[in-house]
T-cell receptor, first 114, second 114 residues
Framework: QKEVEQNSGPLSVPEGAIASLNCTYS??????FFWYRQYSGKSPELIMF????GDKEDGRFTAQLNKASQYVSLLIRDSQPSDSATYLC??????????????FGTGTRLTIIP | NAGVTQTPKFQVLKTGQSMTLQCAQD?????MYWYRQDPGMGLRLIYYSASEGTTDKGEVPNGYNVSRLNKREFSLRLESAAPSQTSVYFC?????????????FGPGTRLTVL
């Protein structure tokens, strides 16, 4: 089982609709969860992070975390063509030695259809 | 403020050749990372440096060496390049004292080993 799993897609969503991206993780000790956006040929950039169970909203983006189900999701409301990108889920676990590393999923490719 | 810079942007090597990928950050971050990204594999951590003077292996360290030259610079060396090392390499940095612990990525180096 992969540590962080995402549906690779592609996920196609009409412009103006809600895009829903999902991620599951295997390590129950995971503490922090991140969503990165990566445009084709570019480097990843952070768009959301969440630490606590529940929802966290930032503009058109909402991150949802359910630690009991080991599940984190990203909702994009009013999807725009500029949202077309690959979305990477990343999970961080702090070890007893204080080392902090991110483990990334393989990413979901999202296409917004005008 | 350039953020994270990487050189070179592109490189073609023959099997057995060596090279060093350079990375520098001007954000005064303590931690720096080297990832490789391959289709369908996501971002995988090669090595990281939690602070100046320390380095640790990540998920896929074989065939690579690193040097944390100072707080700003973290280089990745391929001593004897192999076709399996054809990939896009990203350097990243983060500040563990930052509540978000965001990792900021450089623009990447596209390496082809023939």
């Amino acid at each position: 089982q992969k540590e962080v799993e995402q549906n690779s897609g592609p996920l196609s969503v009409p412009e103006g609709a809600i895009a829903s991206l999902n991620c599951t993780y295997s390590d129950r000790g995971s503490q922090s969860f991140f969503w990165y956006r990566q445009y084709s040929g570019k480097s990843p950039e952070l768009i959301m992070f969440i630490y606590s169970n529940g929802d966290k909203e930032d503009g058109r983006f909402t991150a949802q975390l359910n630690k009991a189900s080991q599940y984190v999701s990203l909702l994009i409301r009013d999807s725009q063509p500029s949202d077309s990108a690959t979305y990477l889920c990343a999970v961080k676990r702090v070890s007893n030695f204080g080392n902090e590393k991110l483990t990334f999923g393989t990413g979901t490719r999202l296409t917004i259809i005008p | 403020n350039a953020g994270v810079t990487q050189t070179p942007k592109f490189q073609v090597l023959k099997t057995g050749q060596s090279m060093t990928l350079q990375c520098a950050q001007d954000m005064n971050h303590n931690s720096m990372y080297w990832y490789r990204q391959d289709p369908g594999m996501g971002l995988r951590l090669i090595y990281y440096s939690a602070s100046e003077g320390t380095t640790d292996k990540g998920e896929v360290p074989n065939g690579y060496n690193v040097s944390r030259l100072n707080k700003r610079e973290f280089s990745l060396r391929l001593e004897s390049a192999a076709p399996s090392q054809t990939s896009v390499y990203f350097c990243a940095s983060s500040d563990l004292t930052d509540n978000t612990d965001t990792q900021y990525f450089g623009p990447g180096t596209r390496l082809t080993v023939l």
